[in-house]
């Protein structure tokens, strides 16, 4: 069982934009209600690509922030960071501050933290006891262009792509109440061989393996968007573009 931080944020300016996002995430301290569309006081600025019932949650490992803070370290930002960051995340780690993006969860626009937990280990599938809540996880993250404004890095979205240390969204099968320092609890699995690294390694490293492509197109548990990719791979032999989603542009 892992230990739990839980976070939530409201829409705001994204830096250097022009656009709005909450993925200004801050640790709450108190219980939260959780429902089918999130945590209550959660917002999304954009809703047709984030939050609804198959991205109510969004969980990212604390165990990937080393391996961050490394890599990042050793960049230059193209950029100023994004919302309410004065300073790019590399000057704070070189600056030794305690309240560098990289320094808290929340970087990632997480609503649940935990160490213990990474897409090697969880799959498709997975239920778990979260609180008074039972969540399911859906689908994995697919990362978008607002990760590059929010680091101050142009290709972060990217990064965060090809490393696979993209973390995942769960869906509430059961509403209810759940509090910092909750544990949070592995009660089933539906489809322990497709870990979420396993789904990551078929969409983005071995894109047109037709065997695992029939697989994910199959897996009822999925979130239907991704299955869909799976679908249209299949009949196209072509894997989509993706770069409107990580650059934001077509």
Known sequence: MAEIILLTGKVAPLSGSGHESGIDKRQVARPLAL????????????????????????????????????????????EPPGVSHPRTPVGYLQNGEGAGLLDAPGAFGEN?????????????????????????VSQGRQPCWKLNHRFGIRDMARRVQESGRTGWYYRVLETGIAKPGDRLERVDRLAPDWTLRRLWHALYVDRLN????????????????????AIRRLESGQVEDWSKRLDGRA
């Not at 954009?46 to 198959?54: K, M, Q």
């Not at 991205?55 to 922030?65: E, G, I, M, N, T």
């Not at 799959?123 to 979260?130: M, Q, Y």
């Open 210 to 229: 037709q065997a695992e492509l029939r697989g994910i197109a199959a897996l009822d548990v999925l979130a239907e968007g991704w299955r869909r990719h």
């Open 35 to 78: 429902g089918t569309e999130g945590f209550e006081g959660d917002e999304q600025a954009d809703r047709r690509a984030h939050g609804g019932p198959e991205k109510a949650v969004h969980h990212y490992p604390l165990d990937h922030y080393p391996a961050w803070r490394q890599e990042l370290a050793a960049l230059r930002p193209a």
């Open 112 to 136: 649940i933290s935990t160490q213990g937990l990474t897409e090697a280990d969880v799959a498709v599938g997975d239920i778990f006891r979260l609180g008074r809540a039972l969540v399911q």
